[in-house]
Structures are given as structure tokens and as C-alpha cells.
């Protein structure tokens, strides 16, 4: 029923999502024929998607399979890239950060400029298109450092694409330079950069955001860094940490925000769902949050993505070190079209103790794509098909 989502699809067409589902579920019925219609659904319809469960819930993730093939076709894409976490010192407090440290732990570490370069260049030597470079917010890193290493591997690798600095690392950079985020991006961007990744969004509310950490981006800065970005055409991702402090209502607020800077600025390349790994951090060890999301919520939040951002943002991405490969296989027929990076060196969602490794080679990315039907390509950053 799911791997053939056309056929079920015209089912429903045929029956009515209405006699499908039953009198009882019709609101969630006339919401999936709303989405079908190619309509917007609102922030209060996609809360009631997120209570789908039973029959609904098959229906939900036939909707949003719909709609991906619509939007992208059969390709499930994938990009070979290269993740550097240049420091894992920071001194920020995020409780659901299990990969910082302080300069004088054990395990604290900061990788020279000349390693950084050279990681680089590894990648690109066996067929990385990109690398990604984020780290913690060392305090006695030179207020010139992230253009310097944006330099430095353009000057090595000059058509590598850099993937770089969150929106918080981004305000610490330009806070250490003494100018405007504005400026900074600009000079970042001049240095080389690509895009940047639109992590440190966990979820845009206020109060969730509160209590997740002591003195990070606020919601109104994540939104305005990345408008600013986009302003200057530097292209981003888009992301949502679920699975910890917050529900459904703070994932459908934070979907429609999304799809409004994505109406302002057209600049996300996609949206990455990001569930919560617990094992080894603070939030879920002193402070009461939950074991991470459910492998249900995590085909959910795909599922209502798919149709909260229908036709505005559309590729949305599995993580394959958080949900884990085969879990992906099954979200990737729920509404996704990408399985993320091969990653070489991922250690954030390591340390917060994901345990599916760092690396997955393009021919396991292959073969998990082929068995599911589907067509495996090799993209770029910003989704063009390599191979």
C-alpha cells in the first residue's frame, strides 16, 4: 500500500478519503483532500495531522507520498560531503548538547587551520562536493578565524563548496569582528562561502527556547540571520529538533514559520527534521525531557512537512545518524526525497550517543534507494544532479 502510492492514492480518489478513513476521522479526511487540492494547510490543521493514528495515519503518509512524487518525482538523492567540527569547545550551556566541552576537559579539542585544509582536500580527493564545517563557540578564536577558514580552503580546493556556521555561530562571529551580521555574511561571503546550514533553530518558540539553553539565538534573531542571508544570496537549510520539551502545536508554529520566510525569500534549499538524541545529554538526564521522539512521530513530522510546505520548499531530507538507515527507508515513503550525506567524521549526533555511526558509503545509499523502488542520484548543495 505504501510503495505504491499512485495506485493508493487513486483509491482514494476513488472511495473518498472520507469513506476511507470513517465518519469519525472525516476533519482529518477533508484536511488530506485539502492538501490533495494543492491548498494550504494551516498551523491548527496540521496539529490535527499530528494526532493521526490507525488507518488516518496510513492516509497521512499516502497524502504526503503523494505530494513528493508531484513535487520531485522517484529520485531519492543523496551528496557526498564531509563534515569537520573544528571545536567541540563552547561555553554556551545548551542543555540537549552533549558535544560540548570546556577548554580544559578531557576530551576538548580545537583542530589547527592547516588540519581543517587538509580534511578538505581529503574530501574533495575522493569525490566530496561539499564539506560542512560547524564547532562550538570557542572563546579565544581570532575575530577574523571563520573568514580565514573560508579563505584558506578556497585557496586549496577552490571548487569545494562550503557549507558553513550556524546562525548562532554566525552573531558570535560578527560579535567578535565588532560589525553587523549583515557585514559579516557579506565578508563571508566574498571569502567564499556557499550556504550555510540552518541549524541552532531547534524549535522557534520562545519558551521552549528558554528552557533548552541559557543564552542562545532567540527566534527573532535565528529568523532574521537567515533573511539576511538569503538577502545576499547565500542560500540555507531549514531544520526543526524535535522530541524533547515541545508537541505538535510547537512543530506545526514552526513549520508555517518556516514556509513564510520561505514565501519572503524563496532561499531554503530544504527542511531537515532533527530528532532528539537523549542518551548522554543534560535535557533528558537532569531535566525531565523525553527519550527523543517515537519512530511514529518521526514519520509524522515528515508526513505534515511534506504538506505544510507543499510548494514552497521540496526537498525534504532523513537523517540516516539519528532515525537510523532502515527507520529512513520507511519515511522515505512517507513524503522525504533525501537521505542526507555520506558525512565522513559526524560527531555531534555521536556524542550525544546516535549509534549509527559517521559514514555511509554512496553504495549502501544505492542499495537501500534501488530496494525501495526508487531511483538513487548523487546531488549537489543546492540539489542539482550530479550523477
Known amino acids: 500500500m505504501i510503495n505504491n502510492s499512485s495506485q493508493a492514492i487513486e483509491e482514494m480518489k476513488l ?49 504526503a507520498d503523494e505530494l513528493r512524487r508531484r513535487s520531485v518525482g522517484d529520485i531519492i538523492t543523496y551528496v557526498k560531503t564531509r563534515n569537520i567540527n573544528f571545536s567541540n569547545v563552547c561555553y554556551t550551556g545548551c542543555k540537549f548538547c552533549a558535544f560540548a566541552a570546556s577548554e580544559k576537559d578531557e576530551g576538548a579539542y580545537f583542530i589547527p587551520l592547516a588540519e581543517i585544509v587538509q580534511r578538505a582536500k581529503d574530501a574533495w580527493g575522493i569525490g566530496a562536493t561539499e564539506v560542512c564545517i560547524q564547532g562550538g563557540l570557542h572563546p579565544r578564536v581570532s575575530e577574523n578565524y571563520y ?32 560589525i553587523s551580521i549583515e557585514e559579516h555574511l557579506f565578508s563571508l561571503k566574498e571569502a567564499g562561502l556557499g550556504t550555510i546550514p540552518g541549524t541552532a533553530a531547534e524549535i522557534l518558540d520562545s519558551k521552549i527556547r528558554k528552557l533548552l539553553t541559557k543564552d542562545k539565538l532567540t527566534t527573532e534573531e535565528w529568523v532574521s540571520t537567515i533573511k539576511t542571508a538569503h538577502k545576499l544570496g547565500i542560500r540555507s537549510t531549514s ?34 527534521p532533527l530528532g532528539f538524541v537523549h542518551y548522554n545529554t543534560e535535557l ?94 548523487v546531488r549537489n548543495t543546492l540539489y542539482e544532479i550530479m550523477k
Open 15 to 63: 472511495v473518498g478519503v472520507e469513506r476511507l478513513l470513517g465518519r469519525s476521522q472525516i476533519d482529518i479526511a477533508n484536511i488530506l483532500d485539502k492538501a490533495l487540492a494543492d491548498k494550504e494547510i494551516s498551523v491548527q490543521e496540521g496539529i490535527r495531522l499530528f494526532e493521526a493514528d490507525g488507518i488516518d495515519l496510513y492516509a497521512l503518509m499516502i497524502t
Open 147 to 178: 573568514v580565514e577558514i573560508i579563505k584558506a580552503i578556497k585557496d586549496a580546493v577552490p571548487d569545494l563548496h562550503i557549507h558553513a556556521f550556524s546562525p548562532f555561530e554566525i552573531k558570535f562571529g560578527a560579535r567578535k569582528r565588532g
Open 239 to 272: 531544520t526543526m529538533m524535535y522530541g524533547h520539551i515541545d508537541g505538535p502545536e510547537h512543530w506545526a508554529n514552526h513549520l508555517a514559520l518556516l514556509r513564510d520566510i520561505q514565501k519572503d525569500t524563496g532561499g531554503f534549499t530544504e527542511f531537515v
Open 284 to 377: 533528558f538526564n537532569k531535566h525531565g525531557a523525553r527519550a527523543g521522539s517515537t519512530g511514529i512521530e518521526d514519520i509524522k513530522v515528515v508526513s505534515v512537512a511534506r504538506i505544510m510546505l507543499n510548494n514552497w520548499i521540496d526537498n525534504i531530507q532523513v537523517s540516516w545518524v539519528k532515525n537510523g538507515p532502515k527507520a529512513c527507508q520507511i519515511i522515505l515513503n512517507a513524503g522525504a526525497n533525501d537521505f542526507g550525506g555520506t558525512l565522513m567524521d559526524e560527531t555531534i549526533s555521536r556524542s550525544a550517543g546516535a549509534p549509527f555511526g559517521e559514514n555511509m558509503n554512496p553504495e549502501e545509499f544505492n542499495r537501500l534507494i534501488l530496494d525501495l523502488g526508487r531511483v538513487p542520484a
